[in-house]
């Protein structure tokens, strides 16, 4: 992917005219081309000087993994500076939802998270973010489907790479590029409080999910060690500054660890803060990622949705395919292909 600016600046500088320029865009975004050579509506001297100049593709595929199901590809990226990047594609009926890494590891280091284990490497670029999506249109089109949904559920923790995060949205909604509506991108936060003020304040009408996980401080500030830097008073006050300025709805995901965050006491708390009209609390089902918890067993994942229910809580319990190939949610990791990436 290259930012449309960048392709202008190199067209006008080798003397072409700018309709140049769109043509080129147009290839990245819409045609799925990967390389200059592939641009044939542009004369040959012209593809080899951009070439030479620019770099139509930041990440290169490693390997991809596909479910027993069907129901989900995993994606190992390198990028051009060796770092492992992971996507998955989720294609459960009509829908096709790419989950998208932001950065390659995590500072936040969530108790339960495969990504945060080994900390932080870099932020990734918007163009590394975008050609994750691309990649993914590019696999869908011979089934004649389309990406419709795009999460930033990957890797990472967007509100830590904000301007990338959004510059890539921005580029995914471009309607003379990738035009993906704006509502059918996600960003989920393990809640960075400036950013979720900041994300308030965005003109692009993208849905916020703040990861919750626990209803209380003591709780919380053991499984999201962010809490105690912005615990939930701090949090909530930000989520309602975003519902009164937005006006939309604020979705919570809850990864269910049995026994540690679905107890009555949790439940409580969980209702105190969340009985309100734009809240929608997602209750995930802990992956094994490694850690030292458990799945919930399915009837105490149903007996905690009621609960909630039942006090006026907002509530939906999310499937998340791909277990068995580690593609659920919470199971991307640093894996040692820097060497396997050269
Ligand atoms: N850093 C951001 C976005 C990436 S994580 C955040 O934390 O919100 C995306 C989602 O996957 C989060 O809700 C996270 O809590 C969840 N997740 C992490 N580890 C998980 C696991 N082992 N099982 C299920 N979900 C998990
Ligand atoms: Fe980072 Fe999100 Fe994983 Fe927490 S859950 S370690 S914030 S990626």
Same mark, same amino acid.
């Given at each position: 992917?290259?930012?449309?600016?960048?392709?202008?600046?190199?067209?006008?500088?080798?003397?072409?005219?700018?309709?140049?320029?769109?043509?080129?865009?147009?290839?990245?975004?819409?045609?799925?081309?990967?390389?200059?050579?592939?641009?044939?509506?542009?004369?040959?001297?012209?593809?080899?000087?951009?070439?030479?100049?620019?770099?139509?593709?930041?990440?290169?595929?490693?390997?991809?993994?596909? @479910?027993?199901?069907?129901?989900?590809?995993?994606?190992?990226?390198?990028?051009?500076?060796?770092?492992?990047?992971?996507?998955?594609?989720?294609?459960?009926?009509?829908?096709?939802?790419?989950?998208?890494?932001?950065?390659?590891?995590?500072?936040?280091?969530?108790?339960?998270?495969?990504?945060?284990?080994?900390?932080?490497?870099?932020?990734?670029?918007?163009?590394?973010?975008?050609?994750?999506?691309?990649?993914?249109?590019?696999?869908?089109?011979?089934?004649?489907?389309?990406?419709?949904?795009?999460?930033?559920?990957?890797?990472?923790?967007?509100?830590?790479?904000?301007?990338?995060?959004?510059?890539?949205?921005?580029?995914?909604?471009?309607?003379?590029?990738?035009?993906?509506?704006?509502?059918?991108? @996600?960003?989920?936060?393990?809640?960075?409080?400036?950013?979720?003020?900041?994300?308030?304040?965005?003109?692009?009408?993208?849905?916020?999910?703040? @990861?919750?996980?626990?209803?209380?401080?003591?709780?919380?500030?053991?499984?999201?060690?962010?809490?105690?830097?912005?615990?939930?008073?701090?949090?909530?006050?930000?989520?309602?500054?975003?519902?009164?300025?937005?006006?939309?709805?604020?979705?919570?995901?809850?990864?269910?660890?049995?026994?540690?965050?679905?107890?009555?006491?949790?439940?409580?708390?969980?209702?105190?803060?969340?009985?309100?009209?734009?809240?929608?609390?997602?209750?995930?089902?802990?992956?094994?990622?490694?850690?030292?918890?458990?799945?919930?067993?399915?009837?105490?994942?149903?007996?905690?949705?009621?609960?909630?229910?039942?006090?006026?809580?907002?509530?939906?319990?999310?499937?998340?395919?791909?277990?068995?190939?580690?593609?659920?949610?919470?199971?991307?990791?640093?894996?040692?292909?820097?060497?396997?990436?050269?």
């Amino acid at each position: 992917m290259i930012e449309r600016a960048v392709i202008e600046e190199a067209v006008t500088s080798l003397g072409e005219p700018r309709y140049r320029a769109r043509q080129v865009y147009e290839a990245l975004t819409r045609g799925l081309v990967t390389d200059f050579a592939g641009m044939t509506t542009l004369p040959a001297r012209l593809r080899e000087e951009l070439a030479a100049r620019l770099t139509p593709v930041t990440l290169t595929e490693i390997e991809t993994r596909v @479910s027993r199901r069907g129901d989900a590809r995993k994606t190992l990226f390198a990028t051009a500076d060796g770092h492992p990047v992971e996507t998955v594609l989720m294609t459960p009926a009509r829908r096709a939802t790419v989950c998208v890494s932001s950065q390659v590891g995590c500072a936040v280091g969530c108790a339960f998270c495969a990504s945060g284990r080994l900390g932080l490497r870099r932020d990734l670029s918007a163009e590394e973010m975008v050609d994750q999506v691309l990649s993914a249109q590019r696999a869908l089109r011979p089934e004649g489907r389309h990406v419709t949904n795009v999460v930033f559920m990957g890797m990472g923790e967007p509100f830590h790479n904000y301007d990338e995060t959004l510059r890539a949205c921005r580029l995914l909604n471009d309607p003379e590029g990738f035009s993906l509506a704006a509502r059918a991108m @996600s960003v989920s936060t393990a809640g960075v409080v400036p950013g979720i003020d900041r994300f308030a304040g965005e003109a692009l009408q993208l849905n916020l999910a703040v @990861s919750l996980h626990a209803g209380t401080d003591v709780l919380r500030g053991e499984l999201v060690p962010l809490n105690r830097r912005y615990p939930l008073a701090a949090l909530f006050a930000a989520c309602e500054r975003y519902v009164t300025r937005t006006r939309r709805k604020l979705f919570f995901e809850y990864v269910v660890l049995a026994d540690v965050n679905d107890t009555a006491e949790q439940a409580a708390a969980l209702t105190r803060r969340l009985r309100r009209p734009l809240y929608h609390l997602n209750l995930i089902a802990y992956n094994a990622a490694g850690g030292p918890f458990e799945r919930p067993r399915p009837d105490a994942l149903v007996a905690f949705r009621k609960r909630l229910e039942a006090a006026g809580v907002h509530c939906t319990v999310r499937r998340s395919p791909g277990d068995d190939i580690e593609a659920a949610c919470g199971q991307l990791a640093l894996r040692k292909v820097e060497g396997a990436a050269r």
